[in-house]
């Protein structure tokens, strides 16, 4: 009954905004690092953010420094991603993981739970 839910995602104009949240279940976040992912059909799936369990560390894809933003609340057991400045470039599914180990990383192996993603499409 682990799971991971996100939302949040949806249809915006380039420069818009959107917020994508993501509450887990069945366990708590507190003791997993969180990353995002992001999928664009024939292109290798791209590491996003992570954040550590306590949300002092976090890291970002190059392609999204300045505009992005990974922040927690653990008492409400979600993640969040602040998306700002949005491009077409950023069109994509969206998925957060939770991984055990005790290191940030934007590469999707060794993360253990992950969500069924939600949508984003960036277009004008």
């Known amino acids: 009954q682990v799971q991971l839910v996100e939302s949040g995602g949806g249809l915006v104009q380039p420069g818009g905004s959107l917020r994508l949240s993501c509450v887990a279940s069945g366990f708590s976040l507190d003791t997993y690092r969180i990353g995002w992912f992001r999928q664009v059909p024939g292109k290798e799936r791209e590491g996003v953010s992570c954040?550590?369990?306590?949300?002092?560390?976090?890291m970002y894809a190059d392609s999204v420094k300045g505009r992005f933003t990974v922040s927690r609340d653990n008492a409400k057991n979600t993640v969040y991603l602040q998306m700002n400045s949005l491009k077409p470039e950023d069109t994509g599914i969206y998925f957060c993981?939770?991984?055990?180990?005790?290191?940030?990383?934007?590469?999707?192996?060794?993360?253990?739970?992950w969500g069924q993603g939600t949508q984003v499409t960036v277009s004008s």
């Open positions: 993981a939770a991984r055990r180990r005790l290191l940030c990383r934007l590469s999707g192996h060794d993360y253990d739970y």
């Open positions: 954040i550590s369990s306590s949300g002092r560390v976090t």
